[in-house]
């Protein structure tokens, strides 16, 4: 029930979004169908399931047009798993409309209350993120990335991860504890791991490799390696760094 | 010397010919691969043992065929007297020397842009008989091409590939037939399984595996459901030449998450079926999942094996048995002469049945069926095992089969209305497995591992594991000198113990293996064979 009011209010917002690229919400609303009969079996209901596509943030492998997202829609692409779609020349532009209403409703206009100039401010100095954090090419790389983190996250989750690190942590960014058999342990990000091998970025930024069998302990941290700052910064103060965080929208979509 | 010499090449130009006989007796000769599994029986198990638990450590690679094409390499080659036959993906069959991997030649089959298989444009390999081989084609075309050449000899046409039927599996060959059956479960075909004449392609006998009008089942499907029933068949059948019957796997019921479109048990999907080879008349039948609603597909190879089995008075006989681990996460035993269910019990975590009644059909868990809020499976949508071969071990009498272990889908059901050549699934499932992600961090702790599981099949206890980090597509071989070989999508190609799953060799090939390793040997030398990314590796004992 909870999800089918967020649907509706995210819906909502995509209409408008589509609206102004030149589509109805009719458009919207009956590609929506279509999408979910045809295509979330493969590409999964949020648009995500297939590697590398990640179809609510507009990125695809193989077309960037409207008229090239139709032809790859129409004509499958070769040599993948995409098959060639028996749609109506409408029902293509309705898949397109909803295609492009999707993860545009990401924040809410009324959550953003603070000053993105100050809090960008707060952002590299006082609040000294980018020693964790990246952005536009700026920063460490220990951290999450937090380049398009405006089209990934909510207002209210930013700020949540604000004041309290641990209340979420996505499990991209859990952290990742080896200890070798001399006892030196090594934290980081974990970058792959199979069933013999691990690979990660040390705290220091470095490439590391691991044979499992060399290893005497490794595993998930439970805990974020991020400070609360619900005592280093004020109640503005975060309202005015969320306001910033949610205008990073990726380089090259502003 | 000139005798000698003479006398090769005769024997090898005798050789060059398959009889259906040579099939038959496949076993016997383990330098050659002649049909998708090994043999008929579909064990996948080589009497070849030049390789051992000792000596297998010393593996090296002796040649790579790199194929241009970026689709899954799924294919088990067949090799004949030293000639390794593959396909590249999607339809061209190609004609390597098995000890160097150099191309005698390469036929070329363009699929039409009509075809639209749900998984990738994939083939599984080919079957030969003669001089001649038999390859299914995306676009649902069964074509016949001279082993010498590479010329097509024949094509025929099986089915509508724009409606969306396809053949991705290796056909097979059955006296003077060549059997296959259409893929397209998920878009609301109705599936069969037909022969063809090998010399001409023409049909001889079709059985459709959903059934129409006034045929026996056709009462298990709700108003005209029937005709988008689905029932698919992808991957190889098996032939027991003294009951004369071929036995296959079939798909899931469409539409694949919501059944309400077709109300009854819905045979023959999700079954084997034991049809007489001659005629195509079904002699028995065996459903799996009755009214399937998980896509719990039951496309696995019937492994065919004679088992010492319990007749009920204390004693024990031999009995024709067939075993089967299904995708729906339950181990199978049948008596294959006659279908009786003999045994069946969960070799991965299941919470959609809890047992059998006393003709041994599933007892369902009321409420595990996909819902609009969504219900959670085990095993999930890809299932507890699925198309990857499996093999039995007549030495150590333990069935192998790969397995995704503690996995679960959580499934949605949709309102669903048919349109020819369009996606016909009434939903979707949410799985926890990455599905080939490359960041692990996304991977939760109860997102499930995949496995090499061997499995008694007298008790239907497990023996062993050999568990791995991510899951896998890749089938088993096993050989006479107790070695297992497996892969997985890790891209580790690797050798175990089949006897207690001790890992004994390994090597990183670099791309997921989604096929079935296989053995042959050439000039007396043994090599294992195994597809993985894009190409096909083929690795021998060092010189």
Redesign the interface.
Known sequence: MQAANVTAVLLGLSLLVAAQHGYTPADVEEGEQLFIENCAICHGPEGDAVPGVELARGRFRHASSDEELSQVIAKGIPGTAMPPGNFHEHQLTALIAYLRSMGTSVNTSAAILGDATRGKGIFEGKGECLNCHRVDGKGSYAGPELTEIGVTRRTAQLERSILDPDAEILPENRFFRVVMQDGTAVTGRLLNLDTFTIQMMDSKEQLRSFLKKNLREFGFVGKSSMPSYRNKLSGEEVADLVAYLVTLKGANRR | MKLGILLCFYAGSLFAQVSFERILSADKEPQNWLTYSGTTLSQRYSLLSQITTKNVKDLELQWIYQAP???KYEATSLVVDGILYTVQPPNDIVALDAATGRTFWTYTYKPS?????????VNRGLAILGNRLFMGTVDAHLVAVDAKSGHLLWDTTVAKA?SGYALTHAPLVVKNKVIVGTAGG?FGIRGFLAAYDVGTGKEIWRFYTVPGPGEPGHETWGGDSWKTGGASIWVTGSYDPELNLTYWGTGNPGPDWNGDPRPGDNLYSDSVVALDADTGKLKWYYQFSPHDEFDHDSVQVPVLADLEWPDGTGQKRLRKAMLWANRNGLFYVLDRATGQFLSGKPFVDVNWTNGFDEKGRPIRVAGKIPTVEGTTIYPGSEGATNWYSPSYSPRTGLFYVSTWAAYASTF?R?P?AY?????Y?GG?P?SYVP??????????ENEGFGAVRAIDPLTGQRRWEF????VTDAGILTTASDLLFSG?R?G?FYALDARNGELLW?VTLGGVVASGSMTYSVEGRQYVSVAAGHSLFSFALRK
């Open positions: 094409s970026l689709e842009p009509e075809a639209r298989p749900c998984c990738g444009h724009g998920e949605f949709i669903v349109t020819e050549g369009r996606v699934a979707w949410k599905d080939g992600r490359a960041a692990e961090n996304l991977r939760k568990k791995m980090n991510d997985g890790e580790y390994k």
